[in-house]
Protein backbone atom coordinates (compact mmCIF):
# COMPACT_ATOMS: atom_id res chain seq x y z
CA UNK A 1 0.00 0.00 0.00
CA UNK A 2 0.93 3.49 -0.73
CA UNK A 3 -0.05 6.16 1.55
CA UNK A 4 1.01 10.19 1.41
CA UNK A 5 3.18 11.23 4.84
CA UNK A 6 0.46 13.72 5.58
CA UNK A 7 -2.35 11.17 5.90
CA UNK A 8 -4.07 8.36 7.42
CA UNK A 9 -4.41 5.20 5.63
CA UNK A 10 -6.87 2.55 6.00
CA UNK A 11 -8.18 -0.20 3.78
CA UNK A 12 -10.04 1.78 0.67
CA UNK A 13 -9.79 4.88 2.77
CA UNK A 14 -7.62 8.05 2.21
CA UNK A 15 -7.71 10.81 5.34
CA UNK A 16 -5.72 14.33 4.82
CA UNK A 17 -6.78 16.84 7.54
CA UNK A 18 -4.21 18.00 9.43
CA UNK A 19 -1.08 18.79 7.26
CA UNK A 20 -1.98 21.31 4.27
CA UNK A 21 -0.61 20.15 1.17
CA UNK A 22 -0.79 22.40 -2.37
CA UNK A 23 -1.99 19.11 -4.04
CA UNK A 24 -4.01 16.32 -3.97
CA UNK A 25 -1.51 13.00 -3.89
CA UNK A 26 -1.83 11.66 -7.27
CA UNK A 27 -1.94 7.41 -6.47
CA UNK A 28 -6.14 6.63 -7.17
CA UNK A 29 -5.39 4.03 -9.34
CA UNK A 30 -2.02 3.29 -8.35
CA UNK A 31 -2.93 1.89 -5.01
CA UNK A 32 -4.06 -1.37 -3.60
CA UNK A 33 -6.66 -1.45 -3.07
CA UNK A 34 -8.40 1.16 -5.02
CA UNK A 35 -8.92 4.17 -2.99
CA UNK A 36 -12.98 4.52 -2.32
CA UNK A 37 -13.31 7.29 0.76
CA UNK A 38 -11.56 10.22 0.44
CA UNK A 39 -11.43 13.15 3.02
CA UNK A 40 -9.66 16.49 2.17
CA UNK A 41 -9.19 19.23 4.26
CA UNK A 42 -6.55 21.72 3.48
CA UNK A 43 -6.64 25.42 3.01
CA UNK A 44 -3.69 25.37 0.39
CA UNK A 45 -5.22 22.97 -2.70
CA UNK A 46 -6.53 24.02 -5.54
CA UNK A 47 -8.96 21.74 -7.84
CA UNK A 48 -9.09 21.85 -12.00
CA UNK A 49 -10.12 18.87 -14.29
CA UNK A 50 -7.47 16.81 -13.87
CA UNK A 51 -7.72 16.81 -9.73
CA UNK A 52 -9.09 13.43 -9.77
CA UNK A 53 -8.02 11.85 -13.02
CA UNK A 54 -6.99 8.93 -10.76
CA UNK A 55 -9.69 8.93 -8.25
CA UNK A 56 -12.54 6.50 -10.76
CA UNK A 57 -12.78 4.37 -7.80
CA UNK A 58 -14.42 6.88 -5.36
CA UNK A 59 -17.63 6.57 -3.78
CA UNK A 60 -17.22 8.93 -1.01
CA UNK A 61 -15.52 12.57 -1.28
CA UNK A 62 -15.54 14.91 1.70
CA UNK A 63 -13.53 18.28 0.44
CA UNK A 64 -14.67 20.38 3.04
CA UNK A 65 -13.66 23.08 5.43
CA UNK A 66 -10.98 23.95 3.02
CA UNK A 67 -11.50 27.72 1.83
CA UNK A 68 -11.99 26.36 -2.05
CA UNK A 69 -13.28 29.34 -4.03
CA UNK A 70 -14.86 27.49 -7.16
CA UNK A 71 -16.09 23.95 -7.81
CA UNK A 72 -15.98 24.62 -11.47
CA UNK A 73 -14.15 27.69 -13.59
CA UNK A 74 -16.71 29.34 -15.60
CA UNK A 75 -16.26 30.30 -18.80
CA UNK A 76 -16.98 34.34 -19.24
CA UNK A 77 -15.95 34.81 -22.79
CA UNK A 78 -15.17 33.72 -26.52
CA UNK A 79 -10.95 33.87 -24.84
CA UNK A 80 -12.05 31.90 -22.15
CA UNK A 81 -13.96 29.13 -24.64
CA UNK A 82 -10.49 29.55 -26.95
CA UNK A 83 -8.33 28.23 -24.13
CA UNK A 84 -10.31 25.59 -22.76
CA UNK A 85 -10.58 24.39 -26.47
CA UNK A 86 -6.78 24.39 -26.71
CA UNK A 87 -6.22 22.39 -23.48
CA UNK A 88 -8.51 19.93 -24.35
CA UNK A 89 -11.00 21.59 -21.49
CA UNK A 90 -14.38 19.68 -23.49
CA UNK A 91 -14.86 17.00 -20.10
CA UNK A 92 -17.13 17.64 -17.60
CA UNK A 93 -15.18 19.56 -14.35
CA UNK A 94 -16.30 15.93 -12.55
CA UNK A 95 -15.55 13.33 -15.57
CA UNK A 96 -13.37 11.23 -13.40
CA UNK A 97 -15.72 10.65 -10.64
CA UNK A 98 -18.38 8.50 -12.59
CA UNK A 99 -18.49 6.50 -9.66
CA UNK A 100 -19.17 9.09 -6.84
CA UNK A 101 -22.30 8.90 -4.68
CA UNK A 102 -21.66 11.52 -1.86
CA UNK A 103 -19.72 14.23 -2.32
CA UNK A 104 -19.06 17.26 0.37
CA UNK A 105 -18.27 20.67 -0.12
CA UNK A 106 -19.96 22.41 2.74
CA UNK A 107 -18.07 25.12 4.71
CA UNK A 108 -15.67 26.45 1.94
CA UNK A 109 -15.53 29.96 0.38
CA UNK A 110 -17.46 28.78 -2.84
CA UNK A 111 -19.52 31.85 -4.27
CA UNK A 112 -21.89 30.63 -6.82
CA UNK A 113 -22.91 27.83 -8.98
CA UNK A 114 -22.49 27.80 -12.44
CA UNK A 115 -24.55 26.13 -15.54
CA UNK A 116 -23.68 22.45 -15.63
CA UNK A 117 -21.21 22.89 -13.14
CA UNK A 118 -21.59 19.24 -11.48
CA UNK A 119 -21.51 17.55 -15.01
CA UNK A 120 -20.01 14.28 -15.03
CA UNK A 121 -21.29 13.46 -11.55
CA UNK A 122 -24.25 11.02 -12.56
CA UNK A 123 -23.98 8.65 -9.28
CA UNK A 124 -23.96 11.05 -7.04
CA UNK A 125 -26.98 10.46 -4.35
CA UNK A 126 -26.10 13.42 -1.97
CA UNK A 127 -24.37 16.17 -2.24
CA UNK A 128 -24.19 19.23 0.67
CA UNK A 129 -22.96 22.37 -0.08
CA UNK A 130 -23.83 24.32 3.17
CA UNK A 131 -22.34 27.09 4.78
CA UNK A 132 -20.46 28.66 1.37
CA UNK A 133 -20.96 31.85 -0.11
CA UNK A 134 -23.14 31.43 -2.60
CA UNK A 135 -25.53 34.55 -3.77
CA UNK A 136 -26.96 33.23 -6.50
CA UNK A 137 -27.83 29.64 -8.55
CA UNK A 138 -27.92 29.95 -12.63
CA UNK A 139 -29.77 28.01 -14.71
CA UNK A 140 -29.02 24.62 -15.42
CA UNK A 141 -26.49 24.82 -12.25
CA UNK A 142 -27.11 21.14 -11.37
CA UNK A 143 -27.90 19.67 -14.43
CA UNK A 144 -25.84 17.14 -14.28
CA UNK A 145 -26.71 15.59 -11.48
CA UNK A 146 -29.46 13.24 -12.68
CA UNK A 147 -29.55 10.63 -9.66
CA UNK A 148 -28.80 13.09 -6.78
CA UNK A 149 -31.88 12.36 -3.92
CA UNK A 150 -30.64 14.75 -1.15
CA UNK A 151 -29.38 18.38 -1.87
CA UNK A 152 -28.34 20.66 0.87
CA UNK A 153 -27.77 24.19 -0.14
CA UNK A 154 -28.35 25.55 3.52
CA UNK A 155 -26.66 28.65 5.23
CA UNK A 156 -25.35 30.33 2.56
CA UNK A 157 -26.50 33.58 1.47
CA UNK A 158 -28.57 33.00 -1.32
CA UNK A 159 -31.17 35.90 -2.94
CA UNK A 160 -31.19 34.47 -6.02
CA UNK A 161 -32.33 30.93 -8.00
CA UNK A 162 -33.00 31.20 -11.99
CA UNK A 163 -35.81 29.06 -13.03
CA UNK A 164 -34.49 26.09 -14.50
CA UNK A 165 -31.66 25.85 -11.95
CA UNK A 166 -32.79 22.58 -11.23
CA UNK A 167 -33.96 20.92 -14.86
CA UNK A 168 -33.02 17.09 -14.51
CA UNK A 169 -32.75 16.33 -11.70
CA UNK A 170 -35.91 14.12 -11.68
CA UNK A 171 -34.80 11.62 -8.64
CA UNK A 172 -34.23 14.83 -5.78
CA UNK A 173 -35.97 13.60 -2.56
CA UNK A 174 -34.44 16.03 -0.31
CA UNK A 175 -34.52 19.72 -1.22
CA UNK A 176 -32.55 22.21 2.21
CA UNK A 177 -32.62 25.71 1.12
CA UNK A 178 -33.23 26.97 4.90
CA UNK A 179 -31.24 29.92 6.48
CA UNK A 180 -31.06 32.03 3.22
CA UNK A 181 -31.73 35.60 1.42
CA UNK A 182 -34.40 34.39 -0.80
CA UNK A 183 -37.12 36.97 -1.54
CA UNK A 184 -38.73 35.81 -3.93
CA UNK A 185 -39.79 32.17 -6.25
CA UNK A 186 -40.58 32.25 -9.45
CA UNK A 187 -43.35 29.97 -11.70
CA UNK A 188 -40.94 27.38 -12.63
CA UNK A 189 -38.10 27.86 -9.48
CA UNK A 190 -38.87 24.29 -8.76
CA UNK A 191 -39.19 22.71 -12.61
CA UNK A 192 -37.75 19.69 -13.11
CA UNK A 193 -38.22 18.72 -9.59
CA UNK A 194 -41.37 16.46 -9.46
CA UNK A 195 -40.16 13.92 -7.06
CA UNK A 196 -39.15 16.00 -4.19
CA UNK A 197 -41.14 15.09 -0.41
CA UNK A 198 -39.06 17.06 1.50
CA UNK A 199 -38.51 21.35 1.21
CA UNK A 200 -37.48 23.31 3.64
CA UNK A 201 -37.41 27.00 3.27
CA UNK A 202 -37.17 28.09 6.94
CA UNK A 203 -35.50 31.66 7.75
CA UNK A 204 -35.68 32.85 4.05
CA UNK A 205 -37.03 36.95 3.79
CA UNK A 206 -39.67 35.10 1.49
CA UNK A 207 -42.43 37.94 0.04
CA UNK A 208 -43.00 37.03 -3.35
CA UNK A 209 -44.28 34.01 -4.47
CA UNK A 210 -45.59 32.69 -8.05
CA UNK A 211 -49.42 30.98 -7.34
CA UNK A 212 -47.63 28.43 -9.13
CA UNK A 213 -44.48 27.80 -7.52
CA UNK A 214 -45.12 24.70 -6.28
CA UNK A 215 -47.17 23.70 -8.71
CA UNK A 216 -44.82 21.01 -10.05
CA UNK A 217 -43.90 19.65 -6.79
CA UNK A 218 -46.49 16.71 -6.65
CA UNK A 219 -45.37 14.46 -4.44
CA UNK A 220 -44.31 16.70 -1.72
CA UNK A 221 -45.08 15.70 2.29
CA UNK A 222 -43.75 18.30 3.84
CA UNK A 223 -42.61 21.78 3.65
CA UNK A 224 -41.20 23.82 6.58
CA UNK A 225 -40.98 27.72 6.65
CA UNK A 226 -40.76 31.20 8.15
CA UNK A 227 -43.99 32.25 6.39
CA UNK A 228 -47.11 31.01 6.66
CA UNK A 229 -48.11 32.43 3.21
CA UNK A 230 -46.17 29.47 1.83
CA UNK A 231 -48.18 26.73 3.47
CA UNK A 232 -51.13 28.50 1.62
CA UNK A 233 -50.05 28.47 -1.95
CA UNK A 234 -48.43 24.70 -1.20
CA UNK A 235 -52.02 23.51 -1.23
CA UNK A 236 -51.55 19.90 -2.03
CA UNK A 237 -48.54 19.21 0.29
CA UNK A 238 -49.49 16.80 3.04
CA UNK A 239 -47.81 18.75 6.28
CA UNK A 240 -46.71 22.30 5.84
CA UNK A 241 -45.20 23.98 9.30
CA UNK A 242 -44.83 27.67 9.41
CA UNK A 243 -45.32 30.18 12.21
CA UNK A 244 -48.89 32.34 11.21
CA UNK A 245 -48.84 35.17 11.01
CA UNK A 246 -50.78 37.48 13.95
CA UNK A 247 -53.08 39.70 11.76
CA UNK A 248 -54.64 36.70 9.59
CA UNK A 249 -56.40 33.74 11.20
CA UNK A 250 -56.47 31.61 7.67
CA UNK A 251 -55.21 31.39 4.39
CA UNK A 252 -59.09 32.97 3.11
CA UNK A 253 -57.43 35.97 4.87
CA UNK A 254 -54.12 36.33 2.95
Same mark, same amino acid.
Given at each position: ?5 ? /? ?7 ? /? ?238
Amino acid at each position: DVCPSE /CDCLGHAIS /CTTVPFSEIPNLGIYRTPPVRYLQLHSPAFYIDHETFNTYSSLIFLDISNSELLLVCRKQNNMLDKLLSFLMEEQKPFFYFLKNLQVFDISNNLISSIEPHCFDGLFSVKHLTITGNRIRKIAQYGFSGLLNLRKLNLSSQGISEIKEFAFTNMSKLEVLDLSVNKLSHLEKFTFDGLQNVTYLYLQENALIYLSSETFSNLKKLLLVVASNYRICCLATKVVSCFAPPVMIYSSCTDL
